[in-house]
């Protein structure tokens, strides 16, 4: 059984090149994992730090869950969650994350056998020039589709 998607950082994709990627668990309190269920995520100026040889996801927002008593603190919304990562995992992205320039950055949030997992990648931030140089390729990838749409349709 495959991996269903429950969020996505789309600007992730946009703003950095992915080295390489992995999928760890999370470490959530009940109605956090009920609010990722509903959608109440936003991965927003999120990022995955280490310390003290464990791994971190920073400003991941998860929202209150729709059923949830009114005492949800909004500040916990936003707090730091443990990844649940083997110890080989974690040397690996700390020892990739301290080399000058790259950065570790969560992409989804997947339901995997009934759990939920955090994919993150080890990546290298992009400069305006690249994002633009994949804008304008995407966009002449779909100029040429449209085109050959319209001649196939004569």
């Not at 959608?39 to 791994?55: I, Q, T």
């Amino acid at each position: 059984m495959g991996a269903y998607v429950l969020a996505k950082n789309k600007k992730a994709l946009h703003n950095f090149s992915v080295l390489e990627t992995y999928v760890a668990g999370l470490e959530l309190k009940g109605y956090e994992v009920k609010a990722i269920r509903e959608g109440k995520v936003s991965f927003e100026g999120s990022y995955v730090e280490g310390d003290d040889g464990e791994l971190y996801v920073v400003n991941l927002y998860i929202g209150r869950y729709s059923k949830q008593s009114k005492n949800f603190v909004e500040e916990d919304a936003k707090r730091n969650r443990r990844l649940l990562l083997n110890k080989n995992e974690v040397l690996e992205i700390l020892r990739d994350i301290s080399e000058k320039g790259k950065t570790a950055v969560p992409l989804a949030l997947v339901l995997k056998n009934g759990r939920i997992k955090l994919e993150i990648a080890v990546a290298k931030g992009k400069g305006e020039f690249e994002k633009k140089v994949v804008t304008k390729e995407r966009q002449i990838q779909l100029d040429l589709a449209r085109e050959a749409k319209e001649i196939m349709s004569r």
